[in-house]
């Protein structure tokens, strides 16, 4: 049982630590503003709260526990809307999808 | 492994540095110092200093970052080109004051040196009595209240003399007649609006716990008065500065910082009252414990009063200065 929860937990950290790389090279490789904020948000929705799930596993049932809980409901809840809000703010600043450039950006050289 | 933490950190610090050097667009910049301070509270972390670590997430991290970016609101974007200008004499001058830095550190105890004069002075005794003294776990919080409170008192004395000057430059003057806190974009923007209610209460929950919690784990007045300060902020961000203020009146939140500062200071007075010296909280009840804690009580208090109002004032008068000069492309008035 231990050595399961033991395997579990490691499991879910090295998957958390592969979306984390998954989500950098996406930030670095991907063509535009927004595909590259959705390979930022994986970062933020996938590496971190697997990677907590698999902390609260190692740390079994404590208070230690609750606190990690509570971390991901707090990041499950914030990163997906600062993603939203960057978006949104992206696009209000002129930012269209798809185009490398805002045409504000081009004007300004 | 600690050791290579450590160094991945360091170097992260100074790639952080360098960008912020090459960087010439300020918002990119305000954020690189975000993460800066971020790494740097890492770091702490990674030393044990809890403490420290929380007051630089929350101070650095958080807080400076907002005040930062809502005055580049109101100034440039972007920094002036220097091109043209002579860099022989700087470049002489930062490398002369390196190269004296890094001579002056070979005098410098080896890191975690248990010899170190910091680990022989009175850090030892702080250690040895705290127990037995004040009765609280958090070691860090009976230095900061108890036994260097006069310190602390000081501290808290500059938040208050930074507000002060914030006032008196830029004044609590109302925006002028005309401009309205027209309903900004924001206000369409329904997900942020319910995400932020969720957070808010949660965030102001959180502040308190880090307030009265602070003699049993890391946190105290500090660190909560930014937490506090921060979910107000958040709030007037989404829901607009009216609604804030409405929320918390600036002809109350004006009185707060000094408020807290005499919280601090009445508290030493009480002490003298009852015939201690100042600041010297066992007079305060018959259990010397209990008249340590009930001290640190009070002055943590003071201490978040004042923190919390002095950050919710300095936003409050940046930001209603940048409605005043708010134009119609959101571009900032120069």
């Not at chain 2, 930074?162 to 309205?180: D, M």
């Not at chain 2, 804690?293 to 208090?301: A, H, K, N, R």
């Amino acid at each position: 049982m231990a050595l399961a929860l033991d395997l579990l937990s490691w499991a879910l950290i090295l998957v958390g630590g592969a979306f984390g790389v998954i989500g950098g090279i996406g930030l670095l490789r991907l063509p535009d503003f927004f595909t590259r904020i959705h390979a930022g948000s994986v970062t933020d929705s996938m590496c971190a709260p697997c990677i907590i799930a698999g902390l609260m596993l190692q740390s079994g049932l404590t208070l230690v526990t609750v606190k990690l809980a509570f971390l991901i409901l707090f990041l499950l809840l914030t990163s997906p809307t600062a993603t939203h809000a960057l978006a949104k703010a992206a696009l209000h600043g002129g930012l269209v999808p798809g185009k490398e450039h805002s045409p504000a950006e081009e004007h300004r050289g | 492994m600690d050791t290579l933490v450590d160094i991945l950190l360091l170097a992260f610090i100074a790639i952080c540095a360098i960008a912020i050097l090459r960087l010439r667009d300020l918002f990119a910049v305000t954020m690189m110092f975000g993460l800066f301070s971020f790494i740097a509270a890492g770091l702490f972390a990674t030393m044990h200093a809890l403490d420290v670590a929380f007051t630089e997430a929350a101070v650095g991290a958080g807080i400076a970052t907002i005040l930062i970016l809502v005055t580049l609101g109101q100034t440039a974007r972007r920094e002036k080109s220097q091109a043209g200008r002579n860099v022989l004499l700087p470049l002489l001058v930062v490398w002369v004051t390196g190269a004296v830095l890094i001579y002056g550190t070979a005098d410098l105890p080896v890191f975690g040196d248990p010899q170190a004069p910091a680990h022989l002075h009175v850090a030892p005794y702080y250690i040895e009595n705290t127990r037995e003294h004040i009765g609280i776990p958090n070691m860090v919080a009976a230095v900061l209240a108890s036994y260097r409170a006069y310190d602390t008192l000081g501290e808290v004395v500059v938040v208050f003399a930074a507000v002060l000057g914030v006032i008196a430059l830029l004044g609590l003057r109302r925006r002028p007649a005309g401009v309205e806190a027209r309903p900004r974009d924001l206000e369409e923007h329904q997900v942020l609006k319910v995400v932020a209610k969720m957070i808010v209460p949660v965030i102001l929950l959180f502040a308190l716990y880090v307030q009265f919690h602070g003699e049993y784990s890391p946190g105290g007045g500090f660190q909560a008065g930014v937490i506090f300060a921060a979910a107000i902020i958040l709030y007037a961000l989404v829901f607009g500065l009216d609604t804030a203020r409405q929320v918390i009146p600036p002809r109350i939140l004006g009185w707060l910082p000094a408020v807290g500062v005499l919280i601090f200071g009445c508290t030493g007075v009480l002490t003298q009252l009852l015939g201690g010296n100042y600041l010297d909280y066992y007079v305060l009840a018959e259990n010397p414990q209990t008249a340590q804690q009930l001290g640190i009580l009070m002055i943590e208090i003071g201490v978040g009063v004042t923190v919390a109002s002095v950050m919710l004032l300095i936003y409050f008068i940046f930001a209603e200065r940048a409605l005043g000069t708010r134009t119609d492309d959101g571009e900032a008035g120069r």
